[in-house]
């Protein structure tokens, strides 16, 4: 496609579902089993660190069980040939873009395989639990790391970063989301708005559907490398 350089692909749950995680929120109002309120919020982790800590030791723990799909290595494969610029932003807080080999990629909502220290502000990658207490590597304080998740009240990562991109797009694609949850339910709007063009792709239409130039509704894992395909044959 010669008149498209540059694109900005947003990815949701439900790219990782196909690989056994479950999604994040179920129509129940549950995060795999736990009410939203009780594991993911800022809240929550001052109410019971041990609970929140349990939860997030064993996700992170079950990211050993699951491997990327067809669709993360195809968005892989475009992230090491596209010439143009790319940003792959997801949503997503386990390490199976980065497995596949994804590195123009940014985190929004945190990573699973992170830490925060709240007394010394660093971050560090981190592979086992948290809710021992372990001392921070960089300054020695215990009991003072927390997930580095971006919970619900708290502002996403990388948002100046994402919006140059956005206004720089000719392309954005939207792939496994719900279109429910802010900011990121409201980028196609600002790519319509710099006239780029917009695709979303997806198990069903989401709640931001009719916003976009074309809708391909089935699995990830067929229809992204199927894109992927056309818009490297040019």
Not at 54 to 63: I, K, S, V, W
Not at 180 to 207: C, D, I, K, W
Request: hydrophobic share 40%; aromatic share 8%; glycine share 10%.
């Amino acid at each position: 496609m010669p008149d498209i350089r540059n694109i900005v692909i947003l990815t949701g749950a439900g790219i990782s579902a196909e690989s056994g995680l479950a999604t994040f929120r179920g129509p129940d109002g549950l995060w795999e089993g736990h009410r939203v309120e009780d594991v993911a919020t800022p809240e929550a982790f001052v109410r019971d660190p041990v609970l929140v800590h349990r939860f997030y030791d064993a996700r992170r723990a079950n990211l050993a069980t699951v491997e990327p799909n067809a669709a993360h290595r195809a968005l892989a494969r475009l992230d090491a040939e596209w010439p143009g610029e790319l940003l792959i932003v997801t949503q997503n807080v386990d390490d199976l873009h980065e497995r596949a080999g994804a590195r123009r990629l940014l985190h929004m909502h945190g990573e699973l395989k992170s830490a925060w220290c709240r007394a010394c502000d660093a971050r560090m990658a981190w592979d086992g639990g948290m809710g021992e207490g372990p001392a921070c590597p960089e300054c020695g304080a215990a009991g003072r790391l927390r997930p580095d998740i971006v919970w619900f009240g708290e502002m996403p990562y990388g948002m100046e970063r994402i919006d140059r991109a956005l206004m720089e797009a000719d392309l954005f694609v939207s792939i496994g989301t719900s279109g429910n949850v802010y900011p990121a339910a409201g980028f196609v709007q600002t790519a319509r708005y710099v006239h780029a063009r917009t695709l979303e792709m997806n198990l069903e239409p989401s709640l931001g559907s009719y916003l976009f130039d074309e809708s391909r509704i089935g699995p990830a894992g067929k229809l992204v490398p199927e894109w992927v395909d056309d818009i490297l044959a040019g």
